[in-house]
Nanobody
Framework: QVQLVESGGGLVQAGGSLRLSCAAS????????LGWFRQAPGKEREFVAA????????YYAESVKGRFAISRDNAKNTVSLQMNSLKPEDTAVYYC?????????????????WGQGTQVTVSS
């Protein structure tokens, strides 16, 4: 059982930056894909970005492309999401998720393990 723990959320003004991190409790991510999703109140959970941990290949939602960057740290067994030029519409709870099959998918159903989420609030 993989446990994922997110950190780094908070309150920031529009145009600012935040960095989210996702750490695994026990196992390594070596064959996994790690994704970030977000869910705003009253909306469905939506895909943000994903990375194949072994090869480093990445995939982004159009709404964050050029502003967000997903990366991995093999030594620390963590995945991070650097969020720049934040907008009020980026406000949501952000979730880290892991797909043991290593697929760079945008569908939540592909991801088996989920973190508890971290709140990101962007004020205008």
């Amino acid at each position: 059982q993989v446990q994922l723990v997110e950190s780094g959320g908070g309150l920031v003004q529009a145009g600012g930056s935040l960095r989210l991190s996702c750490a695994a409790s026990e196992r390594t991510f070596s064959n996994y894909a790690l994704g970030w999703f977000r869910q705003a109140p009253g909306k469905e959970r939506e895909f943000v970005a994903a990375i194949n941990y072994r090869y480093g290949s990445t995939y982004y939602a159009e709404s964050v492309k050029g502003r967000f960057a997903i990366s991995r740290d093999n030594a620390k067994n963590t995945v991070s999401l650097q969020m720049n030029s934040l907008k009020p519409e980026d406000t949501a709870v952000y979730y880290c998720a892991a797909d043991p099959n290593g697929r760079l998918g945008r569908l939540p159903v592909n991801y088996v393990y989920w973190g508890q989420g971290t709140q990101v609030t962007v004020s205008s």
